[in-house]
């Protein structure tokens, strides 16, 4: 048993400590400097796109074995999509209420269902992409062939709720867009070293 963990499983706690460590430093940094709310389009949210984009980035031209290629072009799709939610699928561009820092829905706008169907087409057809090309039977073959970063997936399952908490209860931006942040830099990271780790295996 002890040997199947230590093949199949990383107990390394430094990259999670680090990112525990900048995440909490980042909150009461803020505080210490009188920052409560977190404003759209602020310095922190361009910083999640930024991690975003640049995970997309990464998954696009990721020199990774051509059979597991449909995988990162997967989680291009994925993190396209989280990137768009962060800027509310273009709302935040356009659609501001004046004197305020919030935005019109899309409901506000004749045609804005159509945003609505766009969105669930492009969902679809991330689908259905992962279907034709088995992305899930591969990505199942990878968790096989790798070690489970057993304390980032723990602390990504940790702060999800954290997330909807600090949004949905106590309304509270700073947290909710500091651990929105550490989310999106725990996801890229993990498709960083998963990357990494296949090559070492096919290597």
Not at 80 to 101: C, D, H, K
Not at 160 to 175: D, G, N, W
Request: aromatic content about 16%; proline content about 2%; charged content about 15%.
């Amino acid at each position: 048993m002890i040997d199947f963990l230590k093949k199949y499983v990383d107990f390394n706690f430094k990259s999670t400590s680090l990112f525990i460590v900048l995440t909490l430093a980042a909150i009461f940094g803020l505080k210490l400097c009188g920052v409560n709310e977190i404003p759209e389009n602020s310095l922190l949210e361009n910083t999640q796109l930024i991690v975003l984009a640049g995970g997309g980035l990464y998954c696009l031209i990721s020199k990774s074995d051509k059979e597991y290629k449909p995988i990162n072009i997967f989680f291009a799709l994925v993190i396209f999509l989280l990137a768009m939610r962060e800027i509310s699928y273009g709302r935040v561009f356009f659609a501001q209420i004046p004197g305020t820092n919030d935005f019109y829905h899309w409901s506000h706008y004749k045609y804005g269902y159509l945003a609505h169907v766009i969105i669930g087409i492009y969902i679809a057809g991330a689908f259905v992409y992962a279907l034709c090309k088995k992305v899930f039977v591969k990505i199942w073959e990878v968790l096989q062939k790798t070690q489970f970063p057993f304390w980032n997936v723990l602390l990504l399952l940790t702060v999800i709720p954290v997330q909807i908490l600090a949004e949905k209860r106590f309304h509270s931006t700073l947290v909710e867009e500091t651990v929105e942040l550490l989310m999106y830099c725990l996801i890229v990271y993990m498709v960083v070293i998963y990357n990494q780790h296949l090559k070492k295996s096919e290597g």
